[in-house]
Nanobody, 117 residues
Framework: QVQLVESGGGLVQAGGSLRLACAVSGSGIRFNAMGWYRQAPGKRRELVATITSGGSTNYADSVKGRFTASRDNVKNTVYLQMNSLKPEDTAVYFC?????????WGWGQGTQVTVSS
């Protein structure tokens, strides 16, 4: 059974930075395109970043230029470096298989990111 464990969230002031990690167990990620998603209170979960097996990345317009996805296939972990954080980035952040690249795994607990103004 695949497990996803997100970490690295916290409370930060606007303009600050956080680095999220998503450790995957039960399956290798080497050949998977992975996505970072977020869900703000009262809103639907949205995709914010994808990273392919080859390391190519794509970002939602709202985070482009501020967020950077990366991966370590040896550690079976994906990362999301978030800079210049804004209050509207406040959400629970999750990782999973990127949409269109295969069946999603069960969702992890996510990690809460709160950005104060």
């Amino acid at each position: 059974q695949v497990q996803l464990v997100e970490s690295g969230g916290g409370l930060v002031q606007a303009g600050g930075s956080l680095r999220l990690a998503c450790a995957v167990s039960g399956s290798g990620i080497r050949f998977n395109a992975m996505g970072w998603y977020r869900q703000a209170p009262g809103k639907r979960r949205e995709l914010v970043a994808t990273i392919t097996s080859g390391g190519s990345t794509n970002y939602a317009d709202s985070v482009k230029g501020r967020f950077t996805a990366s991966r370590d296939n040896v550690k079976n972990t994906v990362y999301l470096q978030m800079n210049s954080l804004k209050p509207e980035d406040t959400a629970v952040y999750f990782c999973n298989v990127a949409p269109g690249y295969g069946t999603s795994w069960g969702w992890g607990q996510g990690t809460q990111v709160t950005v104060s103004s």
